[in-house]
């Protein structure tokens, strides 16, 4: 689960997810920057209807691993008078692009209507803290349940059955969804994770281990030192430090270095130009990926950048241990966010 101001990934699933986010009649959805996969949905629209909201932004790793069990339930329900909607709130600046949100889902599937959230206007009335976050609401209007962060899916699918019952829906089947989440939405390997995310902006940051420390708004060349602790980060090659992100200046690249515990590494980076591909490569321990590489590179952890995005860079498929993880950028142009892990 990300909380706006606060990083809570590294929590199981459960941890934290009662008593916040607004309770009474659900706000209404006017303070949509747009819609998507749907005209406006107002108040009419809505009467007499269950309503599952789903707050979501596209980078975010651990509202990618509920979107199975919401896909499914949206499908299951849909003729069955539950409306899904999707709130996209974005975390970073290209995801108030609605063109990188219409990509983002489409290529996730998302085709239940989307309300463009861009200005936080629909957060705010929603008294919302969280990513990902579900308001079930029931026929007459009314927030029932809140469910904030990963997991308690069998509890959140017997409260759509429930709602519905009570609208007077007939004949709802009672069995559970059955989902498996592949690629970058299976579930985490919770018993071996050991890091949590980690942004990479100065703002925020923590364990920025290259020798010299970071020069915010600077561009300096930064070196990787040889041994770095669990959980520390650093930069090799001509960088600047901004408040959210680190920008890769040099033409001839750079890297990054994080020594990590957990069974997948992703990265939520970009080119700094649209329309460009920046390529790439990924080592772990000083050695391709081979079997542990991601969706996102081949067994020799080449790959390639052409839009902003979360890229899965390293998934495991034997023990998990401290690992190094290095990425080289062939490019400059390179803007890079946030560390997540599964």
């Known amino acids: 689960m990300k909380a706006k101001e606060l990083s809570l990934a590294a929590l199981h699933p459960g941890s934290i997810w009662a008593g916040e986010g607004r309770s009474g009649r659900m706000p209404p959805l006017a303070g949509a920057t747009g819609w998507l996969n749907s005209p406006p949905l107002t108040p009419d629209d809505l009467q007499g209807k269950v309503v599952l909201i789903d707050f979501w932004t596209y980078t975010c790793i651990n509202w990618l691993r509920t979107l199975p ?38 290529d996730m599937r998302v085709e239940y209507p989307i309300a463009l959230d861009s200005d936080y206007r629909i957060w705010e009335a929603f008294e ?7 308001y079930f609401v029931d026929a007459h209007g009314m927030i029932r349940h809140h469910q904030f962060g990963e997991g308690d899916y069998e509890e959140s699918e017997r409260v759509i059955q429930r ?3 009570e609208a007077g829906v007939d004949g709802v089947d009672q069995a559970l969804v059955l989902v498996e989440g592949q690629g970058a939405e299976a579930a985490a390997d919770w018993s071996s994770l050991q890091s949590a995310e980690n942004y990479l902006g100065y703002e925020r940051t923590e364990n920025f281990a290259s020798p010299g420390g970071a020069a915010p708004e600077e561009p300096r060349v930064y070196a990787v030192p040889e041994r770095l602790p669990l959980n520390h980060w650093a930069l090799a090659g001509d960088w600047t430090l901004q ?9 001839n690249g750079g890297r990054i270095a994080y020594r990590f515990h957990a069974r997948d590494l992703h990265l939520v980076m970009g080119p700094a130009r649209a329309g460009t ?40 498929r034997k023990a998990i241990t401290d690992r ?18 599964g």
């Not at 190094?324 to 892990?341: K, Q, Y």
Request: charged share 25%; hydrophobic share 40%.
């Open 324 to 341: 190094r993880f290095e990425i080289e950028f062939l490019d400059s142009g390179v803007e890079a966010f946030v560390f997540t892990f």
């Open 69 to 106: 069990y919401v896909r499914a339930w949206a499908e299951k329900y849909k003729d069955r008078g539950l409306v899904m909607i999707g709130v996209h709130t974005p975390e970073f600046p290209f995801e108030k692009n609605v063109d990188n949100v219409r990509r983002a889902a489409r």
């Open 243 to 251: 408040p959210g992100a680190v920008h890769l200046n040099q033409t």
């Open 128 to 134: 919302n803290h969280y990513w990902p976050a579900l």
């Open 163 to 165: 709602l519905l019952a």
């Open 277 to 316: 591909s920046v390529p790439f490569r990924v080592l772990i321990d000083g050695r391709p990926p081979d079997a542990a590489q991601g969706v996102d590179v081949d067994e020799q952890g080449q790959g390639a950048m052409s839009e902003p995005r979360m890229y899965q860079l390293i998934r495991q």
